[in-house]
């Protein structure tokens, strides 16, 4: 028998003006600045000791480059939930907290977690993430603007917001046609957006943000899809003791956007939706309660046709959620 290679992992803290690497396993710490040739040092530090997996945490976009260059080195590149790494050291006694600390914990994570998997690079999701995080920055902008306008203003505060809501809704739509125009340039996303833009009550919008958000959609498992959209119920129970289910984690971006889409559809626009929803507020359920269960039924039925390659057909949904994928067709 041949012997399996040994998992060596840098853990790699991110800041804006460098990086603390550290391979755990070798006792072996390194700082390189954020430069291209702090990249290239890194690179070189880590083929010499014979590193096949780096994790770094999601750090407001500076962990980018340094991913794309370990994996365009052929070097599996690992960006983890601050939460969970956080969470995973205080778990471990772990609680002082500085960069070359975090760069261990990190490692110490990712060894812990072998089976974790990151996300191919995909150069044109990452540019599709950013437009349409811009484009939802900049609703959020308009939003809070038109809630302040709803107040009594001076009439110079109120030309000023209306000048604003004007630029703003220009911009919005100029991003609107980039986002469209790049899906559309991009055959597997525009196979994507025509699945979940066939399901009643989904849009544009929503299509967008479950691209550039959930890769893993038609990938994983659908209780895995559930979780990660953030609208998986979990147990709370001990002893005799049976708690309430109550959802957490999960991509707050995204499940925000979903929500909306699917308050529309459970009670406007999707006929097997709506039926669910309102058999659920029959039952005694909260509003918002059958609203959740709403969202978890839809991202299966998602999961479930994106793998599948099918468009929206409510005959196939109307009796309850679609079969489980088989377990070759999970990822997660």
Request: net charge positive; hydrophobic share 45%.
């Amino acid at each position: 028998m041949m012997a399996q290679n040994k998992l060596v992992v840098v853990g790699i803290d991110v800041a804006k003006d460098k990086v603390d690497a550290c391979i755990r396993s070798l006792s072996q710490r390194q700082t390189f600045p954020s430069t291209a040739e702090g990249r290239r040092a890194l690179i070189r530090w880590v083929r010499k000791h014979k590193v096949t997996k780096a994790a770094m945490e999601a750090s407001g976009g500076y962990e980018r480059e340094w991913a794309k260059a370990l994996r365009e080195a052929g070097i599996e590149a690992l960006i983890v939930d601050p939460k969970r790494v956080r969470n995973f050291a205080r778990s471990a006694g772990r609680l002082a907290k500085n960069d070359p600390i975090d760069a261990e914990i990190i490692a110490r994570f990712a060894e812990t977690f072998v089976e974790a998997k990151g996300q191919t690079y995909d150069a044109a999701r990452e540019k599709l993430v950013d437009i349409v995080n811009a484009r939802q920055a900049l609703l959020d902008m308009q939003t809070g603007l038109q809630n302040r306008s709803e107040h009594s203003t001076p009439e110079v505060v109120q030309k000023m917001q209306a000048r604003l809501l004007k630029n703003i809704a220009l911009e919005v739509a100029k991003l609107e046609a980039a986002i469209a125009a790049m899906i559309k340039a991009t055959p597997h996303f525009a196979e994507l957006a025509g699945i979940i833009e066939s399901v009643p009550g989904l849009a544009k919008g929503t299509a967008a943000g479950l691209i550039a958000a959930m890769p893993e959609l038609g990938q994983a498992s659908n209780n895995a899809a559930a979780a990660l959209l953030g609208a998986a119920p979990y147990d709370n129970d001990s002893g005799k003791h049976r708690g309430d289910r109550h959802i957490q984690g999960g991509r707050r971006k995204v499940r925000n956007l979903f929500y909306m889409a699917c308050l529309g559809a459970a009670t406007r626009h999707n006929p097997v939706l709506k039926a669910f929803y309102t058999r659920l507020i029959a039952k005694g359920k909260p509003k918002k309660v059958a609203l959740v269960a709403c969202m978890r039924k839809l991202i299966v039925i998602l999961n479930v046709m994106i793998a599948r390659g099918e468009k929206w057909d409510a005959s196939k949904y109307e009796q309850g959620e679609p079969a489980r994928l088989p377990p070759s067709a999970c990822a997660a």
